[in-house]
């Protein structure tokens, strides 16, 4: 092949030809090599076994085996505790997810400044006229008695044994929600530490043993409380560290537990 | 073509071709080379975005989610695709041996593909963009850019059909293959995102695929051809082996069309889709190992030709990135390392691999051959020539590397602090960014000393002479006096 080298054409072309100005203006052209595709050298074994070793790479990306993990182990992609924000409605963002105790907590207050506060204080003391809730042992107690002294009032002596006189019904107005909201509130706050939730669920209990009642509105005496309703209300307990949506109370995808 | 020929009617034809060729090709590579420029400029100002927000804030024009695709728009439809358009036109016409008889079409339709790329990038800025990353231009640009793209490249596959010889040399594979590729995928993705008011979903698919098939079906084929052709041209030494070279071409056109979707991992498409885009892209690796390392091989048994000639220096450079270009691919879609990179940079420092690092470092290498041959003039100066190449494979590699290890830094952030803000896992970063910004600064100055030699060369103020401009002092003690002495070939006659 060497004869059809000519690297240079000073040294490679003929006199004659050297001195076509065709030639002379082509001088790049001129000095051009031939390609040649008659390369025939033994291929390297290295080559083939690189090549294997992406073969088997793929292999494992493809039967989702082995130790590189998988692309579709959702397990593994959305981890506990992760986060997903709200983005439903209109785009809006929604409030951030927070802890079940914090978010009944949270509607309970609002109840309670509403309709509990102004007899048993902003401190859940009560007063003179007012029992306490503080370390209250109905309150603290079993939940179905505390229920059922909210929805439908009390007469008669209260826990601590003295008689405050007539507790009306809390009944008007109040959904699952804002009672299951105002009973774990008066449970963990005022130094009660109950440390469970009334879910939901439960409150909706209580509001069905309301109804059942032959008068609704009629405050139960202490001797009633006992008779029926010693028992805690009905419902799947909630572990009061699971992150929750604030507005729909569903616990958060792929969130622990 | 093999046949030792180098009759005055051999070298006639291929200067008659080239000659044929001058005002298209040199359109091609100048016009690229100012969108390159303006891309590197819009990559520094949303790089620096990334690192430092308020730069430019007040300003809609300059915002990253505007600058940031207009950057890659400008890279990849400005420079790459016009870079390639002048590699095809003039190697397949030098392979089949015709000279070009549609210049003033091609030029034409240079012109038209400018005029649509400029109102899409403006588009962009204006804030019209699509958001899917490469199809990003208003949905007015692509029937423009392909009919103009089958007005240029139609006539290569004419040439193509009426060459003298049956026989085809790889190159002609692989331009051919992307020739075709090319409009099948940019028409059809394009036709099933902007035609139909179809699902976001599929539309993200599609994009994930076209994305893929820009860079595998197109860059790929395009510098790869082009580089088969340049190494063992320059050279002078057969392909190291020549059947090894079918396995790669037949590997790659049977491989990449599959890649693409593991970018949707965890998107409610059907699962087989990823699995087979990670496996398709893993296997990228083999076609690109079995070119790189075929040429590369052919280039190492004469390591003093590869380092003197500009071409080469910057060919072999580009095959080196393609080596690195597939392993990239291993390894980032690898399910165990994509889980990480997933929603990092790691993407962009692979799209800038495989543009920036491989396809352009073959084109520049291409540019340096086929420019002295179609202007009759040898290029200007050594130094310019070694300050790009310098300057240009420190702005790369430092990209890339950056960006992977960035990549890394960021996706381990995002993995391990997934319950608070994302800024937190991204501003892991920060030093990454700035590093970014300086490496695109490089590339800058890389580009200024190549676009003004380019534009020299445009305007035909090259060095009128016999002898190439190498890398090295070899001339200066010849009796064809110093180098730089110009023409000593006598008046040369203007065409």
Request: hydrophobic residues 45%; negative net charge; contains cysteine.
């Amino acid at each position: 092949m060497q004869e059809s080298n000519k690297p240079d054409l000073d040294d490679s072309l003929n006199v004659t030809e050297s001195h076509d100005r065709m030639l002379r203006e082509a001088a790049a052209v001129s000095r051009e090599k031939h390609v040649d595709e008659g390369g025939r050298e033994p291929v390297s074994l290295w080559i083939f076994a690189s090549c294997a070793v992406i073969f088997i790479f793929a292999g494992l990306a493809l039967g989702n085996i082995g130790s590189l993990g998988s692309l579709f182990d959702y397990d593994q992609t959305v981890k506990p505790g992760y986060v997903r924000l709200d983005l439903s409605e209109d785009g809006a963002q929604g409030p951030p997810p927070a802890e079940a105790l914090a978010v009944y907590i949270k509607k309970g207050q609002k109840i309670y400044s509403s309709k509990c506060q102004g007899c048993h204080g902003g401190d859940g003391k009560g007063g003179p006229a007012y029992p306490s809730l503080a370390g209250s042992e109905w309150a603290l107690g079993e939940t179905q008695r505390f229920s059922m002294i909210i929805l439908g009032g009390l007469m008669g002596p209260s826990s601590s044994g003295k008689d405050y006189g007539v507790m009306p019904s809390q009944k008007a107005g109040m959904t699952a929600v804002d009672l299951a909201g105002v009973m774990t509130y008066v449970r963990n706050s005022f130094g009660n530490e109950a440390g469970d939730v009334i879910t939901e669920e439960m409150a909706a209990h209580a509001l069905k043993l309301a109804e059942e009642r032959s008068d609704p509105n009629q405050p139960l005496s202490k001797d009633e409380l006992d008779e029926k309703y010693l028992a805690p209300l009905e419902g799947e307990p909630l572990d009061p560290t699971m992150m929750i949506d604030p507005v729909s109370l569903q616990p958060v995808e792929g969130a622990a537990g | 073509m093999s046949a030792p020929s180098d009759s005055p009617d051999d070298i006639r034809l291929r200067s008659e071709i080239d000659r044929s060729l001058r005002h298209p090709v040199m359109f091609f590579f100048t016009s690229g080379a100012a969108w390159l420029a303006v891309a590197i400029l819009l990559g520094i100002i949303s790089s620096a975005k990334v690192h430092s927000p308020g730069f430019w804030d007040s300003c809609p024009w300059m915002t990253y989610g505007r600058v940031q695709p207009a950057h890659e728009t400008a890279l990849v439809y400005g420079w790459g695709c016009q870079a390639a358009f002048g590699m095809i036109i003039w190697l397949m016409s030098r392979l089949s041996r015709q000279p070009c008889r549609n210049a003033g079409t091609i030029l034409m339709a240079g012109h038209v593909w400018n005029l649509a790329l400029s109102l899409g990038v403006i588009g962009i800025l204006a804030g019209g963009g699509t958001g899917m990353p490469w199809m990003e231009m208003p949905s007015f640009a692509w029937i423009p850019m392909l009919l103009s793209y089958i007005a240029i490249t139609i006539w290569s596959m004419v040439q193509f059909k009426v060459r003298p010889q049956g026989h085809t040399y790889i190159s002609q594979w692989y331009l051919m293959a992307a020739l075709i590729w090319f409009p099948w995928f940019f028409g059809s993705a394009h036709f099933l995102v902007h035609g139909f008011s179809g699902s976001p979903l599929g539309a993200a698919g599609v994009n994930a695929w076209f994305h893929s098939a820009m860079l595998l079906l197109f860059f790929a084929p395009v510098a790869i051809g082009m580089a088969y052709y340049l190494v063992p041209k320059v050279t002078g030494r057969p392909v190291y082996n020549y059947a090894l070279s079918l396995i790669g071409f037949w590997s790659l056109a049977i491989i990449a069309p599959w890649a693409g979707l593991q970018k949707l991992t965890g998107a409610p498409i059907p699962n087989f889709l990823p699995y087979l885009g990670a496996f398709a892209a893993i296997l990228f690796a083999v076609p690109a190992a079995v070119a790189g390392i075929n040429l590369l091989k052919t280039a190492a048994a004469d390591g003093e030709t590869v380092n003197v000639s500009p071409t080469l220096r910057f060919t072999v450079w580009g095959l080196v990135f393609l080596l690195a270009l597939g392993a990239a691919s291993l390894l980032l879609n690898s399910p165990g390392i994509a889980t990480v990179t997933q929603f990092t940079i790691a993407n962009y420092g692979f799209d800038v691999l495989g543009v920036y690092g491989f396809f352009s470092f073959v084109a520049f290498g291409a540019i340096y051959f086929i420019v002295p041959r179609i202007t009759r003039r040898e290029w200007l100066s050594r130094r310019l020539i070694k300050w790009h190449f310098f300057v240009s494979i420190y702005g790369v590699i430092s990209i890339v590397v950056v960006t992977l290890f960035g990549a890394l830094m960021q996706g381990v952030a995002q993995e391990t602090t997934y319950d608070s803000l994302w800024y937190n896992a991204s501003s892991t970063v920060y030093p990454y960014a700035v590093l970014n910004t300086v490496a695109w600064c490089f590339l800058l100055i890389s580009n200024f000393f190549f676009f003004i030699h380019l534009t020299l060369m445009w305007l035909r103020l090259g060095r009128r002479s016999s002898h190439p401009t190498l890398l090295v002092h070899r001339h200066s003690g010849s009796p064809h006096g110093p180098e730089g002495d110009i023409d000593n070939t006598g008046t040369a006659s203007a065409h």
